[in-house]
């Protein structure tokens, strides 16, 4: 490709709406540019990245064994009115009515339509196990579609569908899944993490995992054992035992305390008030879960996690409850709402049952009550884990290793569904003994223009992109200094020549700008290896920079080919190599 | 491959409404499934024939210098506006609001929002030209979708977009597509012929091809003279030059005669009622042109283009003027309206002008006149073509040859667009005197769906699918006898790994079916070779039989092998071969 006809320029500021490095870069390089909120082109060099990490997931999905089909965008609502999900899914379903007025989901992810299909493809065990994918585009009406790439509204991804005869059979059908997974995410040069996650809305009872790209600028938080294997994001991750119970400085009391808190309603303002920490006080959190009231009862310095919360109680819908329902359960404004004579379920963390002494709010309003216990001055509708893991606790699992924290950007997300489309929809298969089962699904997709972001959000320096020579856009960049010297633009055109003739893609920047700028494009583009042609082009020579390394190195050509094609068959640069 | 494990199943019959034999046979043999009218999947089998097919139309789009991209389906609504086609495309271009009450078009064409995008990455004529090209589902709401993947509501097209300083540079970037799509049919193994065509909606006023695979559920008529290269569609061929002008037994008249004609009123009852040909008569359309009346005439054998009459008066729309309107402006019922004596202006076809003594409505009940002559008897707005070319009738390029029928499904279009989007959207660049002016612009679509349909219409038998080479699912299908018998399991199982090894797609069917349903189901299926492993594995021997051919082989499986691999670098399979 001639750098002079590239379909793109490049910028020296991003707008100032980007709001991620991988956002600003990729915008400021001319890899994508935005149409919408959170709808994007993808300019020649985006178009390039994104056909690698298509190829790289084609290639694992096929070594797996799985099966690339093409489902349409356009799925009848029927089909998720059967599923239960056209209202579940609320207002993130993009639906469109035809010119006869039926109407039709734009699919964000195709469980009801891979589902339909297998009803009609799939008819005895002797198909089984079977799984299906395809790259696609997808659409999503994100409230707050942010991060260019990462949160967008119509966007790229591979999803795979398992079908198996039992839940046996889904274990295998999964376990190859991961493991493609983990090749991918290596393959496209990402450091990636799987933990256990939350099956949310899609889900069924099985397990499942995310994929996650350690960022600072991702959304998700991973908890991980610095000593056992244990990581799952936050909304999942166990609860750790905490060294020390509650214990205030009052210690316990036979009966609680009532005492005169006047206008202290936060967990700040009432630690400072009475000079305890925080982790001496209970948090008393008043929710709605599908219209009924509970009340959650965990540490003052613990966050109650609604995941563990909504699963626990199997509710479609739960939410902090408002002044109005607070007041009429605890008779007190907000602020003052605590266990002790409390009329509605009480949802208790493991941490307050396990200790005593607790100063909670006294449902009136200005007052608190002091040494509380669970059990003895309220009653308990159940005991669990209910709140957030925090950093640096012990790990629930081992015991032995504490808890640390990660921001990362999920890139890739594999469930297992059991029957819970299957059985809706009917889509069952006759057994060896002739007895009708529903087929046993797992899914599993990959944020493929997502973890083109997550790429650049993990390879960058303050110069531009870095791109991992798997999926960037261009292998070699020929930046001849001067295209005015004559000597320089022939051996910058052989050089373009002889590499595509040896399967290798090869930018050339023949445009009439001063080194400066071309220097400073070509950093900014990311292509790993760099060979610039500059005064000693008559005697054959060129210098050649990795765009990970600081140094650059004068070669003949004969040397720098050598050394290209040493990269290409991924041979580490060694700086005995050089 | 592994057939028995294959996310398909064949049918023996295809269901009622199929309508075209590439519908029946792709949904016979487990290639597509239809979800809704006109919205398909592409189960495995067709999706790697849709993916041959990408691959082909890629390779020639980028060996003819066109850059990839993708642009997103959702496209704002205001680039739709600012264009002029949001209510010009009317019902047919699919809608959507976002939560915000946004509204979008799902596109079923790119020029709008490629011409914002070449707006802000090609500033200068150092840029140009540059073509570049998407291969993208498009979403149309078809009134009719119908005969499967040929007219379809959701389909895969590739569409490109060149971008040029001036006509000059447009005719050079249109004449590299133009042989771009010669290579991608020829390759694609379609028989397909480039005719020129009418622009319609999409084009300027430059020329247009369409490049249409010659089938008889062809929706298109195309005309080629028999003599000459001349092809065009029939909305665009001109009209030929009839050797024979208008003559009636009576001849000429020095003054229409006014003739009683009781409930005479179509053209048939007419010339059956006077013992005329139908060619004698004057045949008088009333049209309505964008609110304006018009009245055609054309001969009485002859069928008004619309398409060059509505190019002529400019009309956005066009239609039949109704009974109301008819009996408004010639002061009788439909069936009696003639130029004589009509206030309307009178747009005349050439053959008309040519002749004498024309027989025509008098615009009175139950009369006509005859010996009318055009000029004399009625005033003229215009002297034209106005009507439909005709079979066998002289070619008017060449004036040696005749016109020829044919039926044809149009699998590619290449227009030229000139500064139709680029003025609207303001799409300019400076040129070398340094000079603001509009991009001239092409725009070039392959139906790439629809070639998948079209090459099914050209290749089959009675049995079912005979793929071409190039674009088959697999390029070998090996068929043991009987998965029961070891020598032949196992030898077909060493075919199956060995094929691939060497770089050879192969499905094996290793179904526990018998013989007669898997040849049946492979004649379906299509695949150019079928390697049959039966009685005589033990000695290292197989039947080979391609799909075109009647007669199969019997081979060593080296002979077969070398066979296999004489096909792929395309060699043709002489008998001598054999």
């Not at 356009?74 to 609320?90: F, H, I, K, T």
């Not at 799939?122 to 942010?146: G, N």
């Not at 509710?315 to 902090?320: D, I, K, P, R």
């Not at 957030?388 to 921001?407: S, V």
Request: glycine share 10%; charged share 30%.
């Amino acid at each position: 490709m001639r750098q002079s006809r590239l379909f793109a320029q490049t910028y020296r500021e991003a707008p100032a709406e980007a709001d991620a490095v991988s956002h600003r870069l990729l915008l400021r390089a001319g890899f994508i540019r935005q149409l919408a909120a959170g709808v994007y082109a993808y300019l020649p060099l985006g178009r390039r990245v994104l056909r690698r990490l298509e190829g790289i997931v084609r290639e694992e999905m096929d070594r797996a064994g799985a099966q690339e089909l093409l489902m349409p965008a356009m799925q009848p609502a029927e089909l998720w009115q059967a599923s239960g999900r056209y209202s579940a899914y609320g207002p993130e379903l993009m639906r469109l009515s035809d010119r006869h007025g039926r109407e039709f989901a734009l699919g964000p992810t195709h469980e009801e339509v891979v589902t339909s299909l297998a009803r009609e493809e799939i008819h005895s065990y002797r198909k089984l196990p079977a799984t299906v994918y395809q790259i696609q585009t997808k659409f999503r009406d994100e409230r707050r579609p942010r991060f260019g790439l990462m949160r967008g509204r119509e966007f790229v991804m591979k999803d795979a569908y398992s079908f198996d005869a039992d839940p046996a059979g889904l274990d295998q059908s999964y376990a190859a899944m991961y493991a493609a997974y983990e090749h991918i995410f290596s393959r496209g040069g990402l450091n990636v993490r799987a933990v256990e996650a939350d099956a949310g809305t899609i889900g069924g009872e099985g397990g499942t995992h995310e994929f996650v790209a350690l960022s600072d600028i991702g959304e998700d938080t991973i908890v991980s054992c610095s000593h056992c294997g244990y990581a799952a994001n936050l909304e999942k991750a166990e609860a750790g035992r905490a060294a020390e119970a509650g214990k205030t400085k009052n210690g316990s009391k036979p009966t609680p305390e009532r005492i005169y808190t006047p206008n202290v309603r936060t967990i700040e303002e009432l630690a400072m008030f009475l000079n305890e920490l925080s982790s001496a006080l209970l948090k008393t959190m008043i929710y709605e879960a599908d219209g009924a009231i509970v009340a959650v009862l965990v540490r003052g310095d613990r966050e109650v996690n609604e995941t563990k919360l909504r699963a626990r109680l199997r509710a479609a819908e739960l939410t902090v409850a408002g002044a109005d329902a607070v007041a009429r359960v605890t008779g007190a404004p907000t602020g003052f709402a605590g266990p002790v004579g409390l009329n509605v379920p009480i949802y208790v963390d493991r941490e307050i049952a396990d200790g005593e002494g607790w100063i909670a709010g006294a449902n009136e309003r200005d007052y608190h009550v002091r040494g509380a216990k669970s059990g003895r001055d309220f009653s308990v509708e159940e005991t669990g884990d209910f709140r957030n893991a925090a950093e640096g606790e012990g790990c629930p699992r081992c015991e032995e290793g504490t808890y640390r924290f990660h921001r990362g950007i999920e890139v890739g997300h594999v469930f297992k569904l059991g029957t819970k489309y299957s059985e809706p929809l009917n889509a069952t298969y006759l057994d060896k003994e002739g007895r009708n089962r529903p087929l046993t699904m797992g899914c599993y997709g990959i944020g493929v223009s997502r973890m083109l972001a997550a790429a650049v959000e993990q390879h960058h320096d303050e110069a531009g992109i870095v791109w991992p020579a798997a999926i960037a856009p261009f292998r070699v960049h020929i930046v001849p200094v001067s295209m005015q010297d004559d000597a320089q633009r022939e051996l910058a055109k052989s050089l373009y020549e002889r590499f595509p003739a040896a399967g290798i893609d090869a930018l050339l920047d023949d445009r009439d700008e001063r080194a400066g700028v071309k220097f400073k494009d070509s950093d900014l583009i990311g292509i790993p290896i760099r060979i610039v042609v500059g005064k000693r082009a008559a005697a054959g020579e060129v210098e050649l920079k990795l765009r990970d390394r600081p140094d650059s190195m004068a070669l003949t050509v004969e040397e720098a080919f050598k050394l290209v094609f040493a990269s290409i068959r991924n041979q580490e640069i060694t700086d005995e190599f050089l």
